[in-house]
Every structure is written in C-alpha cells, then in structure tokens.
C-alpha cells in the first residue's frame, strides 16, 4: 500500500490557463473522490468515480472543470480557463466500496496559485 | 446527511487526554459518525467511526452518547504530533462518501 499519490504538489499559473492534476490511487480501490479545499474550510466535494465511470457531480463543478478516470485506474482533473477563484487545495481520496465501513483515503493534494 | 457542530479551537497539553467534542443532534438511525483528522499541508486521515457503541483502535476512542445526538473523540496520550484540524462527520450507509458534509473543523493545539 503505497498510499494516494497526486501531482504535481505545487501549481502557479496565469489566470487564462489550462492546467491538469493527476491522481493515482491505492491499487485495489474502486472509487475515486475529487475535492477542493480553501483556506480555513474543509473539503468541497466536486466529483467521484467508481471504477471508470463518472457517477456525481458537484453543482459548484463549473464547464471548465473536467475529470477523467481511463480503466478505473488514475484519474486527471482539468481546469480550463482557470480563474483566481479557482486557487485552493485540490484533493484526491480513494475508497473501497462498502455500505457500513468506507473509508476515504487522502492524498497530499495539489496547491492550485492562479496570478 | 445531519450536519455537525464543533468548537473551532482548542487547546491540550501534551501527554494529557484530549476530548473533543462534537453535536449532531439531527443524526439519523441508519448515519454513522466519522471523524478525519488534517496536519497542516497533508490531506485528511482516517480515524474511527461508528454507529452507536462506543469504539477505540490504536488511534483514538469515540464515545457516542445513547441518544447519539454527540460524541467525543478522545486522543489518550495526546503528543504534539497530534496537532491538527478534527473533523466530525456523519454519513448514511449505503451511501457514498461524496454525500458527506466536511464543517470547518475543530483546530486542535497540543502544547509541550
């Protein structure tokens, strides 16, 4: 169990700009969580997967965000045309499916700076 | 999903036992309690949860009240590695975890 593992940690970019994060989660997981997090707040749900497929989606999950999970594995969260509003933590989690016991398991984050 | 209410700091000194409060007193039968714990620049970490009996793992403890409309995470030996954001979370079973409710947390400082 190597843990989930995001990149890159560090994000600066230019208001106008597309930039793409990536998550791998632990092997064996089937769901997929994308968060955002500012500053003082917990995390904001914005989308999950269970295996390949894209089950929710957050109303707050503006046209210029996309996510994407290929074969159940790693999964890209894109934002488009960011926006200074956009800077905060993004969040990945993974989970194995289970009615009583889930559990979220969290990675380090990506920190998202928009100038 | 219930929501949570919880202190926004507070403060325990090391090697003492920190209780950390939390309400939900609109909790539901079938809603479990959480709770996460977030060290500065890391992201959440699992730490207990339950439905109605009390819990404990090589982490923490949770007491829920019989009533269950609060709880108490309970750090025994608190160090100052323990210094972190508490979150308290209840969640629905059978329901996924996008469901859930992440307040602002309780901001706990161990002091040496």
């Known amino acids: 169990d190597t843990g989930v593992s995001q990149n890159p940690r560090h994000k600066i970019t230019k208001r106008g700009q597309n930039v793409t994060f990536r998550c791998d989660p632990i092997?064996?997981?089937?769901?997929l969580y994308w968060y955002r997090q500012t500053l003082g707040q917990g995390p904001e749900f914005l989308t999950y997967?269970?295996?390949?497929?894209?089950?929710?989606k957050s109303r707050l999950l503006s046209d210029r965000f996309s996510a994407e999970r290929p074969k159940g594995s790693f999964s890209t969260l894109e934002i488009q045309r960011t926006e200074q509003g956009d800077s905060a933590m993004y969040l990945c989690?993974?989970?194995?499916?289970?009615?009583?016991?889930?559990?979220?398991?969290f990675g380090s984050g990506t920190q998202l700076s928009v100038l | 999903d219930a929501k949570t209410t919880q202190p926004p700091s507070m403060d325990c000194a090391e090697g003492r036992a920190a209780n950390l409060p939390c309400n939900h007193s609109?909790?539901?039968?079938?809603?479990?309690v959480y709770w996460y714990r977030q060290i500065h620049s890391q992201g959440p970490q699992y730490i207990i949860h339950?439905?109605?009996?009390?819990e404990t793992n090589e982490m923490a403890s949770l007491i829920i009240t019989e009533d269950r409309k609060s709880s108490t995470l309970i750090l025994p030996h608190a160090t100052l590695r323990d210094t972190a954001v508490y979150y308290c979370?209840?969640?629905?079973?059978?329901?996924?975890?996008?469901?859930?409710?992440w307040g602002a947390g309780t901001k706990l400082i161990i002091k040496p």
């Open positions: 989690a993974s989970s194995l499916a289970d009615r009583v016991n889930e559990k979220l398991f």
């Open positions: 092997s064996e997981h089937n769901r």
């Open positions: 997967f269970q295996n390949e497929a894209q089950l929710e």
């Open positions: 609109t909790i539901s039968g079938n809603e479990y």
């Open positions: 339950g439905l109605k009996n009390n």
């Open positions: 979370i209840v969640r629905v079973a059978e329901k996924s975890n996008y469901q859930l409710i």
